[in-house]
């Protein structure tokens, strides 16, 4: 794995776990009040054009760390539009 590889594995990761405590509190309480549903859903499908463009490149980091995110933007959405 070269240095860019790098940067990208540790962005990947950075970023995909800054996102886990959001979603886990969420999960948990069902409150998903503060949450607006335009601004998940654009980014929910913004996340999953990233996950596209890594697939595209074969850029393991992006797919990896976009298809986490993607997954767990898209349970939060389900659970804005379940739960509003």
């Given at each position: 794995?070269n240095?860019?590889?790098?940067?990208?594995?540790?962005?990947?990761?950075?970023?995909?776990?800054?996102f886990i405590?959001?979603?886990?509190?969420?999960?948990?309480?069902?409150?998903?009040?503060?949450?607006?549903?335009?601004?998940?859903?654009?980014?929910?499908?913004?996340?999953?054009?990233?996950?596209?463009?890594?697939?595209?490149?074969?850029?393991?980091?992006?797919?990896?760390?976009?298809?986490?995110?993607?997954?767990?933007?898209?349970?939060?959405?389900?659970m804005?539009?379940?739960?509003?």
């Amino acid at each position: 794995m070269n240095w860019i590889d790098w940067v990208g594995t540790v962005a990947a990761c950075l970023t995909t776990t800054s996102f886990i405590p959001q979603a886990w509190q969420t999960f948990r309480t069902r409150d998903v009040s503060g949450i607006s549903l335009g601004m998940y859903s654009l980014f929910t499908v913004g996340v999953a054009l990233w996950l596209v463009y890594g697939i595209l490149l074969m850029a393991w980091p992006i797919i990896i760390a976009n298809a986490i995110t993607t997954s767990l933007a898209l349970m939060i959405l389900v659970m804005k539009l379940r739960y509003r």
